[in-house]
């Protein structure tokens, strides 16, 4: 099918979608938000889609997971914050670092160290660090599960290997 007139289509179902949104967020500007999240989707993986099958059915199914992933993410990091929330300032000083040049150069070495890693690992590993499940990657990536898991792993030792220079100053044991 050709990519236009199958955009096309994903768009005419844009006033079905935002009542099927409606009913996940109970959030007009929500509902508005994952329609449109569900909308750049659907035509980013266009090519996945297959001729013939129920095109609603397909972009209901892209709502819904995008909402359960959206919901997944927020909740993580609600718990995060909600946790961390009787803290007192000592807490904080005790933990925060004295030397703003110091995080700088970290964060610099960090940086560096992910833009060397190639797009096959850089991928699939920022992915998992933002939270998503293997399964979830795998399914984005139309990759298998394996490769996912290697990958990360993959990226995880070249990480390591290129910010070795941290480990004993954090206490990090390889």
């Known amino acids: 099918m050709n990519n236009i007139i199958l955009n096309n289509q994903i768009c005419d179902h844009k006033s079905s979608l935002e009542m099927f949104a409606q009913r996940f967020t109970q959030n007009y500007d929500d509902a508005a938000d994952l329609v449109q999240d569900t909308i750049i989707k ?29 919901y997944r993410r927020n909740s993580v990091r609600q718990n995060v914050i909600e946790t961390h929330e ?23 070495d960090l940086d560096k160290a992910l833009n060397q890693l190639s797009p096959e690992y850089y991928i699939p590993f920022i992915k998992f660090f933002e939270g998503f499940k293997y399964h979830e990657i795998a399914e984005e990536l139309n990759i298998p599960l394996g490769t996912v898991k290697t990958r990360i792993h993959v990226a995880r030792q070249l990480l390591k290997s290129s910010l070795k220079m941290y480990s004993e100053q954090y206490g990090i044991k390889n």
Request: avoid cysteine; aromatic fraction near 14%.
């Open 86 to 108: 009787d803290l007192n300032s000592f807490h904080m000083l005790k933990g925060a670092s004295g030397n703003l040049g110091e995080n700088q150069m970290v964060s610099e």
């Open 42 to 70: 659907a035509i980013r993986y266009s090519y996945l889609y297959k001729e013939g099958t129920n095109l609603k059915g397909w972009l209901y199914t892209i709502m819904k997971n995008t909402f359960i992933n959206s």
